[in-house]
């Protein structure tokens, strides 16, 4: 007989599969019957025997565990149940804190579950990319989503590999839409026709291919069409869009799913906006719109993009690096400039995924401390299973099947609690996740992996603890203290303890950071401004009259019409000044305004002037610059050097002043390059600084000019205040939700300090009985109790701060500018977990030692 | 209390189901060299039937329990992966109970008129 030899990896399986008490002779049979097969019929027959094989022994051993395993797993049901309800106190802060922090996960799960759906309900999405931007022109470069209006069509001309493309803008902002007595100004998509085409939008009437055909034509989303022409027939009405065009409806469509990074509910020709608006449709320097693109089925994008350095050399724009966005990696990956709708960082959601784990682990710690603590309680259970013949793994299967059990009473809780509490995450958050039937199946995967994580977490220390119990020393006479037992308990509640320290600090901290945003010198004025956005052109065109106007009222200090608000300037262009060598493009911030600008904001002048009536030479052409502006035009700068921009060869005028820098856009950007153009007659926005007295008589005024000017439109206006937290809204979103989770993560945490001391009270009466007796005070008692607990919070501490350090640290790297980490947000923390664990500690403590001695001691 | 408990339990599993039977007397049959390899072929051989490996050794881990049979270890060989083999013996008191379901059969086919099937 030769002497051939199962596959290793086969033996493995079937040691696996074996049950225990058939050993290793088994292996051998098997082995044995292989070899003579494997001599008589070759070897892959005696492979495919063993695999037979392995498949026909499973059956007759999982049918024998399982019918006896059921029996057990009644048994263990019973006690569970009985546990449960002897120890009402106890289960209940097991059950309610592993809710709680099941709760948490579950809602993180839906959450991440929608973030990750976005946009993938077009049809196509795999195909769909967004071309994108990072120009080498800036320093630092940027990257941006805004692409030339000529690109779209270049692409399709230029590629084979793309099928089409489509341009979008977002048409600057809100514009003012009527039908009938109805005037609203509202956002929307200027759209080339094949948009619809690209992406899947559900017509309820009229069709994708035809919809934009007209260059008159406009679609609709089902709820704008519901408000603006109730239950008549949408089709064909005509809609007033600003003052002079009218456009036809001729689709309408489902409304847009919230997860989707393109909303908007009015979509109408780009090329007709274009000509409306007078945009340079033509000009490859104007980067303005987005450019998405529908590629052929199996292109390699990789490909495509290695030509794209040709293909911008040749359209002369050579410093930027084109690139193709994924549509279904914008929502989560894509954080340029110029983005559509706000997106969402994947760290934020790790940031959060990983808080609920915390809250979900110090939960599972309250599970196993209060478990442990109460194990004498199970000694003479787990004692007499020994003695009728349990084996050690069938008691902490036991355990741990208990812990399970648990986890599903615990999941039926924190559904509801999902249930009760999405609404308000949804508000803090401003998500619709929503918990149903169609939800829970998507995180069913989750949910299963969360009981058996919650449940081999929780039970696995008590099982191993509470199944090593000798029978012998059980019933001769109870379980000596272990202190072994205790101390892992001790690191457990430390663990507990840094964790909620840690998250309490990172929540301080998070909000100290947004605090100084808020506050932080951002190099211009803003309280006491309103905006009032120019939606008429003919205002727009000679706003002279109206800023006089506006000036009457004593209560108005400054008027001033700007293409930008200082906080959001978006367009940028190149420019030339004498001295500058030819060949390199630099391209710079730009914002063109009216005077008083600067006053109006506060902007300081360093060097030269602001722009003034008083200097009839500003008239033909003035710039201020910023200082990094400055210090890119090197040994060239000199206060009056004419300055040409927007690729004009002549000079435009000449730099009158130096203006400090003062922060564009985020505070998370650095401050870049910037020049501002005297121009009053291109203003997107009038800024009106007031000064006190009765606010609303102002505005008041404010508007009745306004209406004067231009009665077709319905005045608008805002704080500028209110504009700039705007853009700051994710931050504080962010800082509200971390605020709420440290603040479950300590209240979860100091339940299990609750049970445990409740424990040791209990542990201790008769100590207490007798000491009191003997003339210890009740201060002294509360002492005694709380002393070793709050010694393991100050540990908690020591071990606490530098990883928050550490971990806060890092983040506030994100940020260009950030706040300092101040020792007391450290101190106030630490006091705080103080505090709140010595309150919970010391009810139980003081209850403790208030008891007459009498009871605690009369039987003995 | 604990031991009686245990006499009730041992009592009940006192009978044999029929795999146990075949398996008990497959042991019985092959006398000397009763390991898991002849007692599954010997078993196919006398049921008529395939048997499973798994099929095997849940009834003789059983049979063992009960004290039909005990075990053994002999030397371990290459051809089975350097594994000693389980020999199994029938002991006395198996014997005693193959005796006692021949003797149920008996006395059960004694009334019974004598009857053919196909």
Redesign the interface.
């Known amino acids: ?1 030769n ?1 051939t ?2 596959p290793r990896i086969l ?1 493995r399986l079937l040691d696996y599969i ?2 225990k ?13 292989y ?1 003579r097969i494997a001599d008589k019929r070759g070897r892959s027959a005696a492979d495919s025997w063993y695999l037979l ?1 392995i498949a ?6 999982v049918i ?1 565990s399982i019918r006896w395993g059921f029996v057990m797993f009644r048994n263990y049901m019973k006690v569970t149940l009985r546990t449960i309800r002897r120890h009402k106190g106890f289960s209940f802060i097991n059950i309610v804190g592993l809710a709680v922090g099941m709760a948490c996960v579950i809602i993180i799960m839906l959450w991440v579950r929608y973030e990750l759906s976005f946009d993938r309900h077009h049809q196509k999405a795999d195909r769909i990319f967004r071309v994108a931007s990072e120009s080498e022109a800036y320093s630092p470069p940027t990257k941006m989503v805004v692409t030339p209006p000529p690109m779209a069509q270049a692409l399709i001309q230029e590629f084979p590999e793309i099928e089409t493309s489509a341009r979008l803008s977002r048409g600057g902002r809100k514009k003012l839409f009527s039908y009938g007595n109805m005037h609203f100004y509202e956002s929307f998509f200027a759209v080339d026709p094949s948009f619809f085409e690209i992406f899947t939008f559900e017509f309820v009437e009229g069709d994708a291919d035809s919809a934009l055909a007209d260059p008159y034509s406009i679609v609709l989303s089902e709820s704008q069409a519901r408000k603006l022409f109730g239950s008549q027939n949408p089709i064909g009405q005509i809609i007033q869009f600003d003052e002079k065009t009218e456009f036809t409806v001729t689709g309408i469509i489902k409304n847009i799913p919230s997860n989707s990074h393109l909303r908007r509910d009015i979509y109408i020709p780009f090329e007709t906006w274009g000509k409306l608006y007078e945009e340079p449709l033509h000009a490859w320097r104007y980067w303005s719109f987005y450019t998405y693109v529908l590629t052929r089925p199996n292109v390699n994008i990789a490909e495509i993009e290695t030509k794209f350095p040709a293909f911008a050399e040749k359209h002369g724009i050579p410093k930027q690096k084109l690139l193709l966005q994924p549509l279904l990696s914008i929502h989560l990956h894509s954080h340029f400039q110029g983005e559509i709708s706000p997106n969402t960082h994947v760290s934020t959601l790790l940031l959060f995924g990983s808080i609920a784990v915390l809250i979900l682990i110090i939960a599972c710690i309250n599970y196993m401390n209060l478990t442990t603590a109460r194990s004498s309680a199970r000694l003479k259970e787990v004692g007499t299973r020994k ?3 349990a084996h050690r793994s069938q008691i902490s299967r036991q355990f741990l099947g208990e812990s399970i059990i648990m986890a599903l009473f615990s999941l039926i809780i924190s559904l509801f609690l999902v249930h009760l509490f999405l609404p308000l995450f949804n508000s803090l958050a401003e998500r619709h996740l929503a918990l149903n039937g169609d939800s829970i199946l998507q995180i069913l995967p989750g949910i299963v992996l969360l009981i058996l994580f919650v449940g081999m977490l929780a039970g696995s220390y008590p099982a191993i603890l509470l199944s090593s119990f000798k029978p012998i020393t059980v019933f001769r006479g109870g379980e000596k203290k272990g202190s072994q037992k205790r101390r892992l308990r001790n690191v457990l509640v430390v663990a507990q303890f840094s964790v909620s320290l840690i998250l309490i600090i990172a929540a301080f901290l998070v909000n100290n950071q947004l605090d100084f945003i808020r506050i932080k010198e951002m190099g211009f004025d803003r309280s006491q401004i309103v905006v009032v956005p120019l939606h008429d052109n003919k205002i727009r065109q000679n706003v002279g009259p109206v800023l006089e106007e506006l000036k009457r009222n004593p209560q108005i200090l400054y008027a001033a019409s700007s293409m930008h608000l200082p906080n959001q300037v978006g367009a940028s262009t190149t420019i030339k000044w004498p001295g500058k060598t030819e060949d390199s493009q630099i391209w710079v911030k730009v914002s063109e305004v009216s005077y008083e600008f600067t006053e109006l904001y506060g902007i300081n002048i360093l060097e030269g002037r602001s722009f003034s009536r008083e200097f009839p030479s500003d008239e033909n052409g003035a710039f201020l610059v910023n200082e990094s502006a400055k210090k890119i035009m090197g040994d060239d700068f000199r206060l009056g050097i004419g300055l040409s921009h927007w690729g004009r060869p002549e000079p435009s005028g000449q730099i009158v002043g130096v203006m400090k820098d003062f922060h564009l856009n985020s505070i998370h950007e650095e401050i870049q390059p910037l020049y501002i153009y005297l121009n009053p007659n291109r203003g997107q926005h009038l800024s009106i600084k007031i000064q006190g007295g009765s606010i609303p008589d102002t505005i008041e005024h404010i508007r009745e000019t306004m209406e004067n000017f231009s009665p077709y439109y319905p005045f608008d206006y805002r704080f500028f205040d209110d504009v700039f937290n705007m853009a700051y809204i994710e931050e504080q979103k962010m800082g509200k939700m971390f605020g709420v989770f440290a603040s479950i993560a300590v209240f979860i945490a100091c339940m299990g300090v609750f049970g445990l001391s409740a424990f040791l009270a209990e542990q201790k009466r008769k100590e207490i009985g007798i000491r009191k007796v003997l003339g210890a005070s009740v201060s002294k008692i509360v002492y005694m109790l709380s002393r070793d607990l709050m010694w393991l919070v100050l540990f908690a501490n020591i071990i606490g701060w530098p990883v928050a350090y550490y971990a806060m640290n890092r983040w506030l790297q994100n940020f260009a500018y950030r706040t300092n980490i101040h020792f007391g947000i450290f101190l106030l923390s630490s006091v705080l977990i103080f505090a709140i664990s010595f309150v919970t500690l010391g009810y139980q403590a003081v209850k403790a030692a208030r008891v007459n001695p009498v009871d605690s001691l009369r039987y003995e | 209390m ?1 031991y009686f ?2 006499e009730i339990i041992a009592e009940k599993m006192k009978f044999l189901s029929r795999p146990e039977e075949i398996i008990l007397f497959t042991i019985l049959k092959l006398k000397e060299d009763a ?3 002849p007692i ?1 072929e010997k078993a196919s051989e006398i049921s008529g039937k395939e048997w ?4 095997v ?2 009834p003789l ?1 059983r049979l063992e329990k009960k004290g039909f049979v005990k075990s053994s ?1 002999d030397d ?6 350097g ?4 020999i199994y013996k029938i002991t006395a008191a198996g014997i005693k109970a193959l005796a006692e379901v021949r003797e149920l059969q008996e006395n059960m086919w004694a009334e019974t008129p004598e009857f053919s099937h196909e």
Do not use: W
Not at chain 1, 21 to 33: I, P
Not at chain 2, 52 to 55: C, K, Q, R
Not at chain 2, 83 to 86: A, I, L, P, T
């Open positions: 007989m002497k030899h199962p033996e074996l049950p008490y058939v050993g290793h002779t088994a292996l051998g049979d098997f082995a044995e019957d070899c094989q026909k022994s499973i059956p007759a051993f024998n003695v009728v013949g | 604990f408990v245990r390991y898991c390899v599954r499973s490996f798994g099929a050794y849940v881990h270890f371990p060989t290459p051809i089975r992966g594994r000693s083999r389980r």
